[in-house]
């Protein structure tokens, strides 16, 4: 599976930005899907993460409310809307595939084995 994110720029405080993560192969449908971020000088952290089918979500609380995660299997895409940001959530934001195919949406970098390249999303207060 190769994943490419994009839809990151430079937004304003309190706007809004839609990521993307558009997928190859025909193994998408079968992962559970997540989003992490990495601001400068900071461990790569868990945004959040959707199951195979779309239908259970997981949030980090500092975005829960605030983000929401979905997917599109027959698009091979997933998305990230992202509303009321603030400067703390500017970051290089990342998509990556669980392969293990199980039931729990996991949260940890290790535990995901296909990543996109990354897409910059700046806050500006």
């Known amino acids: 599976v190769q994943l490419q994110a994009s839809g990151g720029g430079l937004v304003q405080a309190w706007g809004s930005l839609r990521l993307s993560c558009a997928a190859s192969?025909?193994?998408?449908?079968?992962?559970?899907l997540g989003w992490f971020r990495q601001a400068p000088g900071k461990e790569r952290e868990f945004v959040a993460g959707?199951?195979?089918?779309?239908?259970?979500?997981y949030y980090a609380a500092s975005v829960k409310g605030r983000f929401t995660i979905s997917r599109d299997n027959a698009k091979n895409t997933m998305y990230l809307q992202m509303n009321s940001l603030n400067s703390e959530d500017t970051a290089v934001y990342y998509c990556?595939?669980?392969?293990?195919?199980?039931?729990?949406?996991?949260?940890?970098?290790?535990?995901?084995?296909?990543w996109g390249q990354g897409t910059q999303v700046t806050v500006s207060s």
């Open positions: 990556a595939a669980d392969r293990a195919c199980s039931g729990r949406i996991r949260y940890k970098t290790d535990e995901y084995d296909y």
């Open positions: 192969g025909r193994t998408f449908r079968y992962y559970n």
């Open positions: 959707i199951s195979s089918s779309g239908s259970n979500t």
